[in-house]
């Protein structure tokens, strides 16, 4: 789908580095569903997250800030994964957070873990779902109405476990539309 | 189901942003507003489906801004916003009509399906109506029309007595459209997905109309093989028209007061109370005040009925609409005959317009009927409308309305050798208005 000469960069935080096989299955996803080549680069240290001290929990959104700008320039889009739970201050908590049409975007691994059994096969594919899911949101894309489709919003664990690890028609023909887009703009044919 | 609309109010830049951020990504379109005063303004010009408001701000409060809102857009939904220590502003909120509240912070999977649960109930709700206007539309078409002054008045009175559940009692001249009128505010109340049921009082003797009214239960007489529901209880949720009421017996007088005061009432031979629920519209062509005078309707009842009373005026009062629904006839037999027919001469109008038509609207239908039937060509002719050439029509000077009124009625007797259901049909009255006048007349069919 996507030009080899561009990277997406998947940026491990804190000790999820150590998890090769969760990694690895994510990249492999990504590449296949995104056509991009994948970078992975740890750019930021779990110490320098914010932390809520009274909800103990750690706010996504600056997270995303600093990543689009740390992140290297021929990077298409960055995607950080950690371990600790995330949130935006209305809600609860977050699964992730994306930048809609922009660069960055992050998936806390913690909500999962909570629910499903961690190092499991069942739980890497679930987050490769939702690492394609963030990373679509920074290509524009909205959550679909389409249970099959990967920008599905899941409330449960059995939602994702249903739905497919790729775009439906449409969710795939905007997502190409988008890369074209950013390609042209960077003066990249496609 | 598409995204919706939504505008956050709150004076937090934070939780318009991240909230806003998460919407989108959801698929809807936000906006954002950091006062109750820039959400007021915002909606001047733009409608929206969903209102996220914070109850405590700055300047106005959320609830102020509920109301102001409400006030202009009662099909906005409202969803408060608000911390724990707001619950009871909160609930407050809801008793203005907001939709609901969320605690903050709120649990992503909730909001996400609140919003689809607001987006399903308007969309409902938008189908409902769409539905009640399609049926309101076709409904007044077919059932009033007229242009006429008077006509518009009853027309704008339906219209603002419908809504509220009063009893109404409607007067006028045999034909005039009463049961038309009655129906017309049954489609525009709240009851009108409910039945619409009609009983003609004066076409049942007493004892008949009681089981036709309160039904009747198994082996309460003799013919009693199976329990019936009657009238009342089939009108259940919706409106009862009591036609002719005029014409009832004075102990059914007492049984049906007893009715509208309690709205309970047993089955003919039944032991077990039935509770309804039916807004009553009665009709009448009789001046129910008169008889009350002479002692043959009872003044309580009466009292019970005519709490919204209004008269439907006669069509020699209401000249101007002949040729409208002179018209709107044609073309509706033409089409049931399936004739050519789509014309009435200028001669045929002229001669309808001189006649008082004293059967009123349904007089005029019957004529045109009469006319589509016999008449050749796309054009009505005035030789199409016999009705016209009658020997009223060409009395000498000096006979009284009585005179000119038996000699009609004998007329049509005679023509129809004294079927008196298709002579009341082409005199354009009911089967009991016109016993009643052979009675009074004391006419008798010749030897």
């Not at chain 2, 806003?20 to 409608?47: I, M, P």
């Not at chain 2, 045999?174 to 009983?199: D, E, M, N, Y």
């Not at chain 2, 076409?203 to 009747?216: R, T």
Request: net charge negative.
């Amino acid at each position: 789908m996507g030009s080899k000469q561009h990277s997406l960069v998947i940026s491990p935080i804190g000790d999820l580095h150590a998890d090769g096989e969760l990694l690895e299955r994510v990249r492999r996803e990504i590449r296949e569903v995104f056509g991009y080549e994948t970078d992975l680069l740890p750019l930021i240290d779990e110490k320098d997250l914010c932390l809520d001290p009274v909800r103990k929990q750690y706010h996504s959104t600056p997270i995303l800030e600093t990543l689009a700008i740390i992140c290297p320039p021929e990077a298409v889009k960055v995607l950080a994964i950690t371990k600790v739970d995330l949130f935006i201050p209305i809600l609860t908590h977050v699964y992730g957070e994306a930048q809609l049409g922009g660069r960055a975007c992050i998936l806390s691994t913690y909500r999962f873990a909570e629910r499903g059994s961690p190092g499991t096969e069942a739980f890497r594919c679930r987050l490769a779902k939702e690492a394609i899911h963030e990373l679509g949101h920074t290509f524009n894309l909205r959550h679909c109405r389409d249970a099959a489709c990967v920008m599905h919003y899941c409330r449960s664990i059995s939602e994702v476990d249903r739905k497919s690890n790729h775009f439906c028609r449409t969710c795939a023909v905007l997502v190409e539309d988008e890369m074209r887009r950013s390609l042209q703009s960077d003066g990249v044919g496609f | 189901m598409n995204g919706a609309k939504i505008l956050i109010v709150d004076d937090e830049l934070i939780v318009r942003e991240s909230l806003g951020g998460w919407l989108e990504r959801d698929g809807h379109k936000v906006d954002k507003a950091a006062s109750g005063e820039e959400a007021l303004e915002r909606f001047k010009n733009t409608r929206y489906d969903i209102l996220l408001l914070d109850i405590k701000m700055e300047g106005m409060s959320g609830l102020e801004v509920l109301k102001k809102v409400k006030e202009n857009d009662p099909d906005v939904s409202v969803v408060m916003i608000t911390a724990y220590g707001s619950i009871p502003s909160a609930i407050e909120a809801m008793k203005n009509g907001a939709y609901e509240y969320l605690l903050k912070p709120f649990d992503p999977d909730e909001l996400m399906v609140l919003i689809e649960k607001i987006l399903r109930h308007q969309a409902e709700t938008r189908e409902t109506q769409f539905l009640r206007e399609q049926y309101k539309e076709r409904t007044r078409f077919e059932s009033m029309i007229g242009q006429s002054r008077v006509i518009q008045e009853v027309f704008d009175l339906i219209e603002r007595i419908a809504p509220a559940d009063s009893t109404v009692l409607i007067k006028g001249e045999t034909g005039t459209g009463k049961g038309l009128a009655a129906r017309a505010i049954h489609t525009k109340s709240r009851r009108c997905q409910g039945p619409f049921v009609v009983v003609n009082c004066g076409a049942f003797p007493e004892h008949l109309l009681e089981s036709e009214l309160f039904g009747y239960q198994k082996g309460a007489f003799t013919d009693a093989k199976t329990t019936k529901k009657g009238r009342l209880e089939l009108a259940h949720g919706g409106t009862l028209l009591l036609d002719e009421i005029g014409e009832i017996s004075t102990r059914m007088q007492i049984d049906l007061l007893r009715v509208l005061e309690d709205h309970v009432f047993y089955r003919v031979g039944g032991t077990q109370p039935i509770e309804v629920d039916f807004r009553i519209i009665a009709a009448t062509n009789k001046d129910l005040e008169k008889a009350i005078k002479q002692g043959t309707f009872r003044e309580d009842l009466y009292y019970r009925l005519n709490v919204i009373c209004f008269t439907v005026p006669p069509l020699r009062d209401r000249k101007e609409d002949i040729p409208l629904l002179a018209d709107y006839f044609l073309r509706r037999f033409a089409q049931d005959t399936n004739k050519p027919m789509d014309q009435i001469s200028r001669e045929a109008l002229d001669e309808m317009m001189l006649y008082d038509w004293p059967g009123n609207v349904r007089e005029l239908a019957n004529a045109v009927e009469r006319g589509v039937v016999v008449g050749r060509g796309r054009r009505l002719l005035p030789k199409d409308l016999p009705i016209f050439r009658s020997e009223y029509a060409s009395s000498p000077p000096g006979r009284t309305l009585r005179e000119v009124e038996i000699a009609h009625l004998k007329s049509i007797l005679e023509e129809t050798q004294w079927n008196v259901s298709k002579s009341a049909d082409i005199l354009g009255i009911d089967r009991s208005t016109l016993y009643d006048k052979i009675k009074r007349y004391e006419l008798r069919k010749r030897a």
